[in-house]
């Protein structure tokens, strides 16, 4: 299977007039369309402590169940249930008898306390027993804190995972879970966050989420680049996912080659490809431009190469490892005549990044008691997610900043709406990057 790797400049011209340059990359990755027959290794990480008891544990039954309906046969599945203890109650297994599978599930009763990291443990110990040539995943739902347990250690699990190309999928279910933590553990373990505001979506969420994970086609991909001497990050957050879902990226600096020990190498972990969802990263640089000596030799003398971008990645369905796409060498053009002409994409990932930076100032605001601070920054992050044209997030932000700014505190559910608006873009415009398979 390829790999789609694209890239776009906020505006591809440099001013020759000038000495340095700021510049915004996205680089737009997915999966080859081929079909590679990759089978499933999935666990379900359920909370069944006693607030779950009643309605919400018997939808979340139903909707267990109902994705061993939408699962091939060759998959693999397990199910942790937990309280305050963590217990198998489905040992990793193929999809043959899944009326049996269901029948454990639908045993399920709810009582305790809750101990979220156990069960992550747990469930990491039955994926990880079959997770050769597989896609291995963890789907982790829970309506409360942490109450018994190490929210820390949750977080050191969820990076374990990675190490062990496993991505764990976490899912809150009502008001009352932490929303730090489940977002910590699905952003540390590649995944995503999903919100079960009512029952009646625990399905739909399940089924969005499976969705998800059956279109994965390669694993465990690293974004390289090689940045040539005139260019260097930001020195702040410089790198950040900004779709399907925005998630600020950790930047590890790799030792440079005998051959160009001048080239700064540096790689970035993305995690899972999909077949029909793009990630699309995007890194702050600043160009300085101003030597001769940066023109690519043999190219119009107007062309710059900034770095060199490629993809390490995993092949599970043939059981490869460590395989390596073709590097696309990224180039600005030096303009006498010097007129923005900004790429509409690039600025639509930009407006991405603000809106979910705008919305963390003001939770963070909002937390210290800043009330008039926080309304003003969710206007700002409404005004922004209005740019992209992302008309549900703005209403879910400036209803937030309405309420603050009459007196009223944001109850547990605006407050979780909040942060999903804000690292989701609700209605992305259609792509007109081109692209390059590798």
């Known amino acids: 299977m390829s790999v789609n790797l694209s890239y776009s400049l906020s505006d591809r011209q440099l001013d020759r007039t000038e000495t340095n340059s700021q510049r915004q990359l996205a680089i737009t990755v997915s999966a080859g369309s081929e079909p590679s027959n990759v089978r499933l290794n999935l666990c379900l990480v359920l ?32 199910v942790v249930a937990f309280d305050h203890k963590a217990k198998v109650v489905v040992e990793n297994q ?15 009763r709810a009582s305790g306390g809750t101990c979220i990291d156990d069960a ?26 942490n109450e018994h347990g190490d929210n ?43 919100y ?31 940045l040539s001497p005139n260019v260097r990050l930001a020195e702040l957050k410089p790198v950040a996912q900004v779709a399907p879902d925005t998630i600020e990226l950790n930047v590890e600096q790799v030792a ?21 969802l793009e990630r699309v990263i995007l890194v702050n640089l600043y160009v300085n431009h101003g030597q001769p000596d940066h023109v690519i030799p043999g190219s119009n003398s107007n062309a710059i190469k900034l770095l060199n971008a490629w993809i390490e990645y995993d092949n599970p369905a043939l059981g490869q490892m460590g395989l390596e796409s073709q590097p696309i060498a990224v180039e600005a053009d030096l303009i006498n005549d010097f007129q923005p002409q900004p790429d509409p994409q690039v600025k639509h990932s930009i407006l991405a990044l603000a809106k979910y930076r705008q919305t963390q100032i003001a939770e963070a605001k909002l937390n210290q008691g800043d009330r008039e601070g926080a309304s003003t920054m969710l206007q700002s992050a409404a005004k922004t997610a209005l740019q992209m044209g992302d008309q549900k997030a703005a209403t879910v932000l400036q209803a937030g900043a309405t309420r603050l700014q009459g007196g009223t505190e944001l109850s547990e559910s605006e407050r979780k709406q909040t942060r999903i608006v804000s690292k989701t873009v609700l209605q992305p415009p259609s792509s007109t990057t081109d692209k390059e398979d590798n």
């Open 47 to 78: 909370d069944r402590s006693g607030s779950m008891g009643g309605q919400p544990l018997e939808i979340v039954k139903k909707a267990a169940i109902k994705l061993l309906e939408q699962m091939s046969p060759q998959d693999r599945i397990s």
């Open 94 to 108: 193929p999809l043959d008898n899944p009326s049996a599978i269901a029948a454990k599930i639908n045993s399920l």
């Open 120 to 145: 992550i443990k747990l469930g990491l110990k039955e994926i990880n027993q079959n997770k050769d040539n597989a896609v291995s995943q963890a789907f982790v739902l829970t309506d409360g804190e």
């Open 152 to 194: 820390q250690r949750c977080l050191e699990f969820a990076r374990l995972a990675t190490e062990y190309s496993i991505t764990l999928h976490t899912l809150g279910f009502g008001d009352h879970w932490n929303q730090d933590v489940l977002e910590g553990i699905a952003d540390a373990g590649g995944g995503t966050l999903a």
């Open 196 to 226: 079960i505001e009512t029952p009646a979506e625990a399905v739909t969420e399940f089924t969005r989420l499976l969705h998800r994970v059956q279109a994965v086609g390669l694993t465990n991909a690293y974004l390289g680049l090689e």
């Open 256 to 276: 440079a080659s005998n051959i160009n020990p001048e080239l700064q190498k540096l790689r970035i972990r993305i995690g899972d490809l999909m077949t029909d």
